[in-house]
């Protein structure tokens, strides 16, 4: 099977934290994302939790970033959206960003055991995972050009608009850019000038990885761990 790219589960909208957290706050909540109790359509729940969020419906489609980016789980907060909300509600922090980046770079299979090629999880697991580690300067083009030959399904069209919200995602103040995961220079991407993390956060991700891909191993070769997808 052809690779699909995966890219249109926010619709038209962009990251945006400002929204992000008016659907966090509404996951915080004791009904969550859905009023189901009351046995409503999905266009009245939707309608209801526009009235919460403050956000339109068509904007509702916020929810698959926060879905995307490990902030919530069904239709409440994840463990690490409620730690998020409860320490960062604004999504400020370096810690935060860095989080979201972690999961969105996963597609929607959070931690599943990944596949040998990553483009199988869609076009975000291809960019960060295939292309950046061979493109560390590119444009728009190339990254078009370049991932055209592993969606081929897709126009150019569909590529352009989709990613583009792959590199807004990284470059604006208002997503992910204090990141610096990618800079932007003119009409140029730039990649491997990161302002990293802290050491806890990454140790949490080589905890998660380790439990995805090793379970209950207390020790595996190096060798491995190296040559581990």
């Not at 957290?21 to 939707?46: M, T, W």
């Not at 996963?106 to 493109?135: C, E, M, R, S």
């Not at 806890?200 to 439990?211: D, N, P, R, S």
């Amino acid at each position: 099977l052809m690779p699909k790219l995966q890219l249109s589960f926010s619709g038209t909208f962009a990251l945006k934290k400002e929204d992000l957290c008016k659907i966090l706050r509404a996951a915080a909540e004791e009904k969550g994302l859905k009023d189901s109790a009351k046995g409503l359509s999905k266009e009245d729940s939707d309608k209801e939790l526009s009235k919460r969020t403050g956000l339109g419906i068509p904007k509702l489609r916020m929810k698959g970033w926060a879905s995307r980016a490990g902030l919530i789980a069904g239709d409440f907060l994840s463990p690490e959206g409620k730690l998020i909300l409860e320490k960062d509600p604004y999504l400020e922090s370096l810690t935060t960003n860095w989080l979201m980046h972690f999961y969105l770079s996963l597609g929607d299979k959070g931690l599943q055991t990944p596949p040998a090629n990553p483009a199988d999880w869609g076009g975000w697991t291809y960019f960060v995972y295939t292309f950046l580690p061979n493109y560390r300067a590119f444009t728009s083009a190339d990254l078009v050009h370049t991932s055209a030959l592993v969606f081929e399904q897709e126009v150019t069209k569909s590529l352009t608009k989709n990613f583009k919200f792959v590199l807004r995602a990284y470059t604006e103040e208002q997503a992910l850019a204090n990141c610096k995961f990618l800079s932007q220079e003119d009409n140029q991407y730039v990649a491997g000038q990161c302002n990293l993390p802290n050491p806890y956060l990454i140790g949490y991700f080589l905890a998660k990885l380790w439990e995805r891909d090793f379970h209950n191993a207390t020790s595996v070769l190096t060798e491995s761990i190296l040559n581990h997808s």
